[in-house]
Nanobody
Framework: QVQLVESGGGLAQPGGSLRLSCAAS????????VGWFRQAPGKQRGLVAG??????NYADSVKGRFTISRDNAQKTVYLQMNNLKPEDTAVYYC??????????????WGQGTQVTVSS
């Protein structure tokens, strides 16, 4: 059974920091592309940061403030969030995805963790 379990969300003040973690089980984690997405109330889920074939990419709104990293030995992906802003408030989701050479796609999501930035 595949599981992605997020942790580290919560309440932060503007300018503060949080570190999200996503622990995977049931998959060969190292062969998956990973990413963090977020969804604010009334908005669509969108990419925050991802690691695709070793290359990191970020949404423009978080560049220079957020850092994504992964530890394949621990089967964990992290999102370090610094200089948080109220507009970062959202439910954050972890994603692991791969497409095999035969064209089959495996796409897994965590349950989400709430991040609230407010004074």
């Amino acid at each position: 059974q595949v599981q992605l379990v997020e942790s580290g969300g919560g309440l932060a003040q503007p300018g503060g920091s949080l570190r999200l973690s996503c622990a995977a089980s049931g998959i060969v984690f190292s062969v998956y592309d990973v990413g963090w997405f977020r969804q604010a109330p009334g908005k669509q889920r969108g990419l925050v940061a991802g690691i695709n074939r070793g290359i990191t990419n970020y949404a423009d709104s978080v560049k220079g403030r957020f850092t994504i990293s992964r530890d394949n030995a621990q089967k964990t992906v992290y999102l370090q969030m610094n200089n948080l802003k109220p507009e970062d408030t959202a439910v954050y989701y972890c994603n692991a995805k791969r497409t095999t050479s035969a064209g089959r796609t495996y796409d897994y999501w965590g349950q989400g963790t709430q991040v609230t930035v407010s004074s």
